[in-house]
């Protein structure tokens, strides 16, 4: 057990209107996670919003920025962050609604036609059988569309109409794996400046995402697919 | 209906926050990768004016020409050089390994690339010194 | 356009990895064969070989369309609305344009 000091960001339009930082000091337990911590802390101030559900990482709502680093504050061990002062602020590139809660909306926004194409009726259904190619493939269905990526991205820092990692790689996904979607469609949207096209492999999404989707790497399956179709439309 | 009501709030911060690209606060050597790309073409086209400007002096005739050059022999002009031979060899190396990734090549491998392209990079450059001084 | 993006991209690498090429040989011929760049009378004597004269243009070339399409794309990672992009791109063409032009003169009054 140790004291560690927590700067958490505030801000609450009528109530704190300018953002500011409130600082804690917490005894905080080795099992802790920032999560666990913040919990704590709203039993003092029950002003402090944040946003949270499963508490075991599958779920993706916790995403915050932790010692500036985009992670899942339920699966973040205090004590493992190693720094006396861990400071937390809500997600970047996204609006900010109030404490550590961001509007969630304009990244859901961002799917677009990809909508949620891999949501399966049943496991057990011959047509639920994943193709034979599904081996070589990072499974999508782990995205936790916690927006941690979108959060990391330079490119979605400066340009909202981005599509933004997490929607490219659904994309990705569908094209990989139809399942009587439209691949080619899928593709031709993507095919744009607003999408796969805009991307600078920074990987900062790939970085920060909590479970090993790779967006980065789905963007560059999308475009080296659309290069070779391109090549042999042409030739 | 909830949503139609839903009223989006203001986003707090500036949407566009050029600040993020060079910002230092990277979480994987990519990152690192993107900003030092970013920087050293925007360096190096500032510099394709500079040396625009320098080669117009050639059409001022033999002297306006020579008479410029004889500055470039100074040693903050040639360490000046020496950045420029850095910042050309990692754009370069650096622009061969975004086009790799963009061919789905080596994506995996993406920082170990990185650490290569410095590698080489720092090697040139220091090789580029000894010829110079 | 619904391709520009693509195109976009392919041209700046199509360009970016001939400007590799062309700069190893532009230093090469530049600092090792030639004799001396640093006076006037070196480089027309450099430039009287055809060969240089055609990668030196060739390079000027690529190295403008490679940095105005940099700095468009630039100015598009800043989230510019498509009139503006637009405007922007044209701007860009003229001046990359003018440059090479200008480029291509000085080689003309010098040699």
Same mark, same amino acid.
């Given at each position: 057990m140790a004291e560690i000091t927590f700067k958490i960001f505030r801000y609450k339009p009528g109530v704190i209107d300018s953002p500011r930082y409130d600082t804690f000091k917490v005894d905080v337990e080795d099992y802790m996670t920032v999560l666990d911590v913040l919990e704590k802390l709203r039993l003092d101030d029950p002003t402090l919003t944040y946003r949270h559900s499963c508490h075991h990482g599958s779920c993706g709502t916790c995403?915050?920025?932790?010692?500036?680093?985009?992670?899942?504050?339920?699966?973040?061990?205090?004590?493992?962050?190693?720094?006396?002062?861990?400071?937390?602020?809500?997600?970047?590139?996204?609006?900010?609604?109030?404490?550590?809660?961001?509007?969630?909306?304009?990244?859901?926004?961002?799917?677009?036609?990809?909508?949620?194409?891999?949501?399966?009726?049943?496991?057990?259904?011959?047509?639920?059988?994943?193709?034979?190619?599904?081996?070589?493939?990072?499974?999508?269905?782990?995205?936790?569309?916690?927006?941690?990526?979108?959060?990391?991205?330079?490119?979605?820092a400066t340009d909202p109409d981005y599509m933004g990692p997490a929607?490219?790689?659904?994309?990705?996904?569908?094209?990989?794996?139809?399942?009587?979607?439209?691949?080619?469609?899928?593709?031709?949207?993507?095919?744009?400046?607003?999408?796969?096209?805009?991307?600078?492999?920074?990987?900062?999404c790939s970085e920060v995402c909590p479970n090993d989707v790779d967006?980065?790497?789905?963007?560059?399956?999308?475009?080296?697919?659309?290069?070779?179709?391109?090549l042999k439309g042409h030739y | 209906m909830l949503a139609e009501e839903y009223k989006r709030p203001e986003p707090l911060w500036?949407?566009?926050?050029? /600040?993020?690209?060079?910002? %230092?606060?990277?979480? @994987?050597?990519? #990152?690192?990768?993107?900003? &030092?790309?970013? $920087?050293?073409?925007?360096?190096l086209v500032l510099y394709l004016f500079?040396?625009?400007?320098?080669?117009?002096?050639l059409s001022r005739g033999a002297n306006a020409y020579d008479n410029l050059t004889v500055l470039m022999e100074s040693p903050f002009l040639l360490l000046l050089e020496l /950045?420029?031979?850095?910042? %050309?060899?990692?754009? @370069?190396?650096? #622009?061969?390994?975004?086009? &790799?990734?963009? $061919?789905?090549?080596?994506v995996k491998q993406q920082k170990e690339m990185f650490w290569v392209v410095m590698a080489i990079t720092i090697l040139t450059t220091i090789i580029a010194a000894l010829f110079m001084f | 356009m619904a391709q520009r993006g693509s195109l976009a991209w392919l041209w700046q690498a199509f360009t970016g990895l001939l400007l590799v090429i062309l700069l190893t040989l532009h230093m090469i011929a530049n600092h090792f064969m030639a004799n001396g760049l640093l006076t006037y009378e070196g480089i027309i004597q450099h430039l009287s070989n055809p060969v240089v004269l055609v990668l030196e243009i060739l390079f000027?070339?690529?190295?403008?369309?490679?940095?105005?399409?940099?700095?468009?794309?630039?100015?598009?990672?800043?989230?510019?609305?498509?009139?503006?992009?637009?405007?922007?791109?044209?701007?860009?063409?003229?001046?990359?344009?003018?440059?090479?032009?200008?480029?291509?003169?000085?080689?003309?009054?010098?040699l």
């Open positions: 995403g915050m920025l932790v010692n500036g680093k985009e992670v899942l504050a339920c699966v973040t061990n205090v004590m493992e962050l190693g720094t006396p002062v861990v400071t937390v602020e809500p997600l970047k590139n996204a609006p900010l609604i109030s404490d550590l809660v961001v509007d969630m909306v304009p990244f859901f926004e961002k799917y677009g036609p990809v909508e949620m194409p891999l949501i399966r009726e049943s496991e057990y259904l011959p047509e639920g059988k994943p193709s034979e190619e599904v081996g070589t493939y990072t499974r999508l269905e782990s995205c936790l569309e916690c927006g941690l990526c979108l959060s990391a991205c330079p490119m979605v929607a490219l790689a659904a994309a990705a996904r569908v094209v990989q794996e139809p399942r009587g979607q439209d691949a080619p469609a899928i593709l031709k949207m993507v095919d744009n400046e607003q999408g796969c096209w805009r991307c600078h492999s920074a990987m900062e967006p980065g790497g789905m963007i560059m399956y999308l475009r080296q697919k659309l290069i070779s179709r391109k | 500036p949407k566009k926050r050029l /600040g993020e690209w060079f910002s %230092i606060a990277k979480k @994987g050597a990519g #990152g690192w990768a993107f900003l &030092l790309h970013r $920087l050293t073409g925007i360096l500079l040396h625009f400007y320098v080669l117009s002096t /950045g420029l031979v850095a910042v %050309i060899v990692y754009h @370069g190396l650096n #622009g061969i390994r975004l086009m &790799l990734l963009t $061919l789905n090549v080596g | 000027l070339t690529s190295v403008i369309f490679h940095a105005m399409s940099g700095i468009r794309a630039l100015i598009l990672d800043w989230g510019v609305s498509k009139s503006v992009d637009n405007t922007v791109t044209r701007v860009l063409v003229v001046i990359g344009v003018l440059m090479l032009a200008y480029g291509v003169w000085l080689f003309t009054v010098i």
